[in-house]
């Protein structure tokens, strides 16, 4: 019978999707039970949200001021104390999971398993590897935790018309002082979340220049779209990191994905490869995107691009 | 700081593109271009940078594999790293037992920093940073961009997935690099002579006495599954109509 502990994964007042998400994952395993512990400064707001998620049994909020903000050298021992009662413990595969998590699995002394895509038994899973050119099926001990990532761009969220216990609970593992948060300068965006929007328009070096990806984000706010790029359009510096899609930036599933001016290298395509339609707009016919490409459009991208923005009406 | 020690992972090469072996056991790697894992090449070059600039008197890179690691320890050293550690193993090794190898010799060399890559490109597996941290019992800093020494004490940019974090964090620590850290340099052939003068001590793996770890069986490799087939349009009233037909606008 496999006990599930998931880390909520939050700004403090906001549950991040990314949990519904790893919850989801966490229920396909059969007759699992589910917790989600909150662990913040004040956990309540984000508590009830957690509690809201179908198959959450009990949402542990865990209230300290040294949660205010997730640092996992802090978190990681708070959830090692909670990690006896538990089979499996999970967390997204976003950059608050890929911190935290393997820092709980080396206190645990066991290895993690990282970007689970797919459940086959209650120590079974597949994960890829090589930028998503293949597919690892990995087999845990079964006779120790699992802890794991989970790989949100493979799962839909679970709903939330749930109503579980909340149970404040008191952590007392030793919290180190040597790692301070300072400040975060978040991405200054009105536009929908990249890892959540169910619409995407990304940019790639064809753009050409950062004032040239005015027409993407002119094209993502007709669509309601959020604004993502390639590694080429990071690298050369038309864009933020955070909005890196691919192995090295973020993986992502929205509904409708529009690759403007990108090749479609191959760690382009991992990031991408659950999005539902994939549409391709580039000006070379041979580029590697139109392979994956459920809509493909050859031509000019600074005709074409504007072009759909002004169709759109 | 005395010493920084960087680690190097040999992986195939960021442009080849693999192939599952036909029996599904693992990856083809028979005559495939390998190279330095390339966020451990830019872990080095911030190392280098450091000595540059005068903060620490040393740079060790370190590699964990097969004798062949050795080229890679010596591209390391012909990019300006002092000496170069291979623990040595023909046995594949996994994340938590690199972590505790690197332990031992974290705890043998007492570096003011370990700097390693956010991920290894072929395993995908982005743990052994804040593994190392965690037996250390240290500060980690992942994902880091930009990196500020300020004596007992770093200040690290991380590139989180909301933006940039800036955290603190008090010496000796963990950093794991992102791309935007830094551009690794080109190594030049008189380098290349030179590092192969420069010290590389072997250490057997079995020799550090690390705890083995509990394994993960790796039951099977396969290809991912294909995406259908598209279509092409020939304009963009083509793409709204193919839109419209899939239920999109």
Redesign the interface.
């Known amino acids: 019978m496999s006990k599930i502990l998931i880390i909520a994964e939050h700004d403090g007042q906001t549950l991040n999707p990314s949990t519904a998400k790893t919850v989801a994952c966490a229920a396909e395993i059969d007759g699992a039970t589910i917790d989600v512990v909150v662990l913040a400064e004040s956990p309540g707001d984000v508590a009830a949200q957690a509690a809201k998620l179908d198959s959450v049994a009990r949402v542990l909020a865990v209230e300290n001021v040294a949660n205010t903000n997730a640092l996992a050298a802090v978190i990681a021992p708070q959830v090692v104390a909670l990690a006896d009662e538990y089979t499996h413990v999970f967390g997204p595969s976003t950059t608050f999971g890929k911190d935290l998590m393997p820092r709980i699995a080396a206190l645990i002394g066991v290895n993690q398993i990282s970007d689970i895509m797919s459940v086959h038994g209650s120590h079974t899973f597949k994960r890829p590897i090589y930028a998503g050119n293949v597919v690892l099926t990995v087999e845990a001990p079964a006779d120790l935790p699992v802890i794991a990532t989970v790989r949100i761009a493979s799962y839909q969220s679970v709903g939330s018309s749930n109503s579980a216990d909340i149970e404040g609970v008191s952590c007392t593992a030793e919290l180190p002082s040597h790692t301070r948060y300072v400040g975060l300068q978040a991405g200054s965006s009105d536009r929908p979340d990249l890892q959540s929007a169910a619409k995407v328009v990304s940019g790639g070096r064809a753009l050409g220049s950062a004032e040239n990806f005015d027409i993407i984000y002119a094209l993502a706010d007709k669509l309601g779209a959020g604004v993502g790029a390639s590694r080429a359009a990071v690298d050369a510096g038309y864009v933020p990191n955070e909005m890196q899609v691919g192995q090295t930036g973020k993986i992502i599933a929205p509904d409708l994905y529009l690759a403007i001016g990108i090749s479609g290298a191959i760690q382009h395509l991992t990031g991408i490869k659950d999005a539902g339609t994939i549409v391709a707009i580039n000006k070379d016919s041979e580029a590697p995107i139109f392979e994956v490409a459920d809509i493909g459009l050859v031509g000019d991208l600074f005709k074409l691009v504007p072009e759909l923005t002004e169709s759109l009406g | 700081m005395d010493k920084i020690l960087v680690g190097l992972k040999r992986v195939?090469d960021?442009n080849v593109?693999?192939r599952?072996k036909s029996d599904g056991t693992g990856?083809e790697t028979d005559g495939v271009k390998m190279s330095i894992n390339p966020?451990d090449e830019i872990a080095l070059e911030e190392a280098l940078r450091i000595k540059e600039r005068g903060e620490a008197s040393e740079v060790i890179v370190v590699s964990i594999g097969r004798e062949d690691a050795q080229q890679q320890l010596r591209t390391g050293l012909a990019m300006g790293a002092d000496r170069a550690i291979l623990v040595q193993t023909d046995q594949t090794t996994?994340?938590?037992g690199r972590?505790r190898a690197l332990l031992e010799i974290v705890n043998r060399e007492s570096p003011g920093l370990v700097i390693l890559g956010?991920?290894a490109?072929?395993?995908?597996?982005?743990?052994?940073?804040?593994?190392?941290?965690?037996?250390w019992?240290?500060?980690?800093?992942?994902?880091a961009?930009k990196l500020e020494l300020n004596g007992d004490t770093a200040?690290v940019t991380?590139?989180?997935?909301?933006?940039?974090?800036?955290?603190?964090?008090?010496l000796p620590?963990v950093i794991t690099t992102?791309?935007?850290l830094n551009e690794p340099r080109y190594v030049k052939l008189p380098d290349i002579m030179k590092a192969k003068k420069k010290p590389l001590d072997v250490i057997p793996f079995g020799d550090l006495g690390v705890e083995a770890?509990?394994?993960?069986?790796?039951?099977?490799?396969?290809?991912?599954a294909e995406?259908?087939k598209?279509?092409?349009?020939?304009?963009?009233?083509?793409?709204?109509t193919?839109?419209k037909n899939?239920g999109?606008?």
């Open positions: 195939v960021y593109r693999v599952v990856v966020f996994d994340a938590l972590a956010k991920q490109i072929d395993d995908d597996n982005s743990q052994t940073g804040p593994m190392l941290a965690a037996l019992e240290r500060p980690q800093a992942t994902f961009s200040r991380r590139e989180v997935d909301v933006g940039l974090e800036t955290i603190d964090i008090d620590a992102d791309l935007r770890s509990p394994p993960l069986v790796e039951a099977s490799f396969e290809p991912p995406r259908e598209g279509i092409m349009v020939d304009d963009v009233a083509g793409l709204i193919a839109l899939k999109l606008l």
